[in-house]
């Protein structure tokens, strides 16, 4: 970042602000940071800086929290309205005119619209669905006659800055697409009838004049001392990039744009139902500057903790799980120090490298830079919901809407994608580093006992219990079922759930399963007892205690404490069993672990007798070849494992 920097001041001095600067990478990574920094730069080399806050924009304008919603003129507005306010309207006079026209043709289009409503009152005289279309609204209405809505409602144009509202569109296409495109072509003569040249074309094509005219603003306002525009919190109209990109162009050598996103502009990526080309593909190479930043690397973290802990040095050997705690984040780092400088340490070092280990003013240090857009809108809906997507194990559409408790999450998804930059829609999940900390979060008791927190929980697992037991109608048995990947991962998922709800319910689900999972699939135990710790910080002190135990005994072919130990949790799910799988199964396989112990511990003869009885309770299968063999004493170490090795 430093030598980025030093590159960014020859870059001014050299060549001239015809560049492009972007900063791009997750929230807590320090693009705000790097782009004051790069405008502290160009005001030291006699650069005019105007900086567009558009998170402070957004708290201002309700239409920033919906981008597939918003129109290019709308974006423009706002940066015109930043440089008037830096004191260069006088270079906009243009621009203020033409947006003047432009509203003046959408009244005209609306006045000869509600004319021919009025003129055909049944709709008899058109055949057009009037009153639908009066409703669509001046944008809407563009919309429909510039694309025509000739497949399905989908464009012909590789670009759509703005649409009509969905449940309008939707009535449309009742009609059928044919229709709807030729009402679109029929509306376009009629209005070419009915407007001037101009109101039509500003109607209709208004984008590369707004463009052009504000761009022609730009560079007048540069000519004398060159003008930088720092655009932090992008994300917000990066929907609208693919126009944005023509202001850029259109400004010349004498405007520098510099771009902080959590949205990545590099490559190509989704937006709604269309894709857009990143800049490598798009932007001349010599005049495009991307930083991509990313989480620190342990060497990366050892090096800024030796810098920040002169006084009380932090133990090099710990970096490594402080950085797999923090996922490498640069905010949660360098906040982490600061705990550790008050003399706490900044992580439960008993668990697992996880963000719920950290110190509680990590997780809120972070949480508050993570949900402070959403909190500035007072959207007390849009929080809860950010934070209930955290709550899901993996990414489940299904399970989404039993969390969320609505029919449809898509268009909530596609906000937090594309106007915070917090999700992915299409994977439906968070980003795993907003995710990780939004469940620390949560795993606070005064937070993980709210009601909407708890309610969407037992949403969850009434939907993954009865997702489960279709699964289970085809699986009869225990091997059957561990064997079942949809299975095991609902399992895990139902396990993770009751654990948000109390410790005693997941700690329930999990050792019901847990006999099984060590018969049959050590890794998928393994499995169990590793996610479970995630949950530590929520356990009474017998818990934690138990969790160790158990997590210390899961070794590959365990000695004969550890063997009783896993045969003490393995007896703490009979009472569970009922039900679950076959009994008798579930006994063949305490009978085939208790003989483990008693080989072990030398007892060989009621090892034998404990194993033969298991082989009269074991259904056809893996457990059953294995106890036969077992009693036969055929290389037990092999035979006791079975095909797990």
Known sequence: RANGAWSWRSGVSKSGPSWLWIAQG????????????????????????????????????????????????????????????????????????????????????????????????????????????????????????RYGLSQAGVPTTTWLPQEPLEQVLQELLQYGTDNVSRWGTWLQTWLRRQLKPEEFDLFFRPEERLLQTLAQGLRAAAERRGLVLAHDAYEIVAFLDPWLQGLWRRTGSAVIWLLASRVRLDTARRLGRWYAPGYQETWPKERLHLWTLRPWSPKETLHFVQRATSGRAFPPREVPGLVRATHGLPLAIAEAMRVWQSGAFPRIRAMGPYPSSLHP?????????????????????????????????????????????????????????????????????LEPLVRGFLRAFLMAEGKRKRPWVREANQRALAFLQQRRAQYEIRLSTWEQRVGHARWREDTLARMHHAFWLDEDEGWMVLVEVLPAAIAHDWAFARQLVYEAGEFWPTWSASRRQQWQVLRQALVWEPDLPQARHLYFFMEQGRSHWAGLASPHESLAILAWWRGYVYYLEGHEDKAQALWAQGLKYAPAGELRERLRRLTALRDLPATMWGTLA
């Open 26 to 145: 997750p929230v807590g990574v320090g693009k705000s940071a790097l782009l004051r920094r790069w405008a502290k730069m160009a005001q030291d080399a006699g650069w005019r800086v105007i900086w567009v806050d558009w998170e402070a924009l957004r708290a201002l304008d309700d239409r920033l929290t919906h981008p597939s919603r918003l129109a290019l003129e709308d974006v423009l507005d706002h940066i015109y309205a930043v440089l008037r306010d830096a004191g260069l309207g006088r270079y906009f006079d243009a621009y203020e005119d033409l947006r003047r026209r432009q509203d003046q043709a959408s009244r005209a289009v609306q006045a000869a619209l509600q004319s021919l409503r009025q003129a055909n009152k049944d709709e008899s005289g058109t055949g057009l669905p009037l009153e639908t279309l009066t409703r669509l609204g001046a944008k809407g209405l563009a919309w429909l006659v």
């Open 361 to 429: 003013q990590v997780v809120e240090r972070v949480v508050e830079r993570i949900l402070a857009p959403l909190a500035a809108r007072e959207s007390e809906i849009m929080l809860q919901r950010v934070q209930l997507l955290a709550l899901a194990r993996k990414p489940d559409y299904d399970l989404l809407v039993a969390l969320w408790d609505v029919q449809e999450p898509g268009s909530v998804l596609e906000t937090l994608e594309h106007a915070y930059g917090l999700a992915d829609a299409e994977q439906v999940t």
